[in-house]
């Protein structure tokens, strides 16, 4: 969990930055990502914490249609206890920079087990409703333009269908089923998500995730709950591997269920990979377009948010991925650490030049 004065920071210097007169990018990054995702209907994201270089800031107005908050929106940030004021000066820079550049807004996230409010919980779902139903109203209503939410983050486990959260386990689905219908009665126009890690790769494990996340999202169809996308991180791994294949078989029973797909935090945690830079960038090229290439074929998948889009500000990079290299700093990203294009880049340009066009 980050330190919060950091963040504070951070924030300090985000308006400013996000406020930066526009640079052109070098010729070697002319291609727009967002431009050619939007030829093909498929949205092109990154993470943002609200600030970084000009350079920086200029490849997410090139190839970013759609930019979410990394840590700014998450419950335990925004709100730690119930005597707290909302700390929205960081998420709103984010905001502020959307707006100024045409771009979408993606909220994350409305409930996350790991940074919970506990102070909205309780056995009684009336006092729930007004606590926790307060909180998500009072953070959607202050984003009212926000494109999408991430209305749950990581509720479901590999070897049963709910993570053990308090609020999951003591009430399942009617929790589940609340909350998405109060964020479409507060944001009607944006598009709601359920987001999870383990979707992508090739172990059994992540076989069984897909099958609970599926007999979830079956459930609340059922019930009528307004949830339209489903998440799929996509923290792609060289120690465990992804599958493409059982992906894309995973993507199709989503949309069968009537649910769009969002890639939804995308990277390449390169820890097994060589430790010459030529051969590692080349080998994590392999990893995107390999990846790209198959899923983006199925006209479900309408996003590939990257988290973020380069090594001056990514996850993996600053070693919070839990899976780090002992030799060499990671480069999981499309650009390096001063913001130039890598492989990864053309990788991703290639495979949505083939990706067929949604409709």
Not at 80 to 99: G, K, N
Not at 174 to 182: A, Q, V
Request: charged letters at 25%; hydrophobic letters at 40%.
């Amino acid at each position: 969990m980050f330190d919060r004065r950091e963040l504070i920071k951070v924030g300090a210097g985000a308006a400013a930055a996000c406020l930066a007169p526009a640079l052109p990018l070098a010729a070697t990054e002319a291609v727009s990502l967002r431009q050619l995702g939007r030829e093909k209907g498929i949205e092109i994201g990154s993470a943002f914490h609200g600030s970084g270089s000009q350079k920086y800031l200029d490849i997410l107005r090139t190839h970013c249609e759609v930019l979410a908050p990394e840590w700014q929106l998450k419950p335990a940030y925004l709100r730690p206890t119930e005597a707290s004021a909302y700390d929205f000066h960081m998420s709103d820079s984010i905001m502020r920079f959307c707006r100024e550049n045409g771009q979408k807004f993606h909220g994350h996230t409305l409930f996350w087990h790991q940074q919970p409010i506990r102070w909205a919980e309780s056995k009684n779902f009336e006092i729930v409703t007004q606590k926790y139903g307060g909180f998500i109203r009072d953070v959607v209503l202050h984003y009212p333009d926000s494109a999408s939410w991430d209305v749950f983050n990581e509720i479901v486990e590999e070897k049963t269908k709910f993570r053990n959260e308090f609020l999951i386990r003591t009430f399942g689905t009617k929790f589940i089923d609340y909350c998405f219908r109060l964020v479409n009665e507060l944001a009607p126009a944006a598009k709601l998500v359920i987001n999870d890690y383990n979707l992508e790769c090739a172990g059994d494990w992540c076989g069984s995730k897909q099958n609970n996340m599926l007999a979830l999202i079956s459930s609340l169809r059922k019930l009528g709950t307004p949830v339209h996308v489903v998440g799929i991180r996509a923290h792609l791994s060289s120690r465990y591997k992804p599958s493409p294949k059982k992906t894309l078989s995973f993507i199709r029973r989503v949309a069968d269920l009537g649910c769009d797909v969002y890639l939804s935090e995308m990277d390449v945690n390169d820890v097994l990979l060589p430790d010459d830079i030529a051969r590692r960038d080349a080998e994590v090229a392999k990893y995107y377009e390999s990846f790209l290439t198959t899923v983006l074929s199925h006209k479900a998948v309408k996003r590939v948010c990257f988290w973020g889009i380069s090594d001056s500000s990514n996850w993996v990079v600053r070693g919070q991925a839990g899976d780090t290299r002992k030799r060499g700093k990671p480069r999981a990203a499309l650009f390096d650490d001063k913001d130039d294009a890598k492989p990864a880049f053309d990788a991703v340009v290639r495979a949505l030049k083939t990706a067929p066009a949604r409709a």
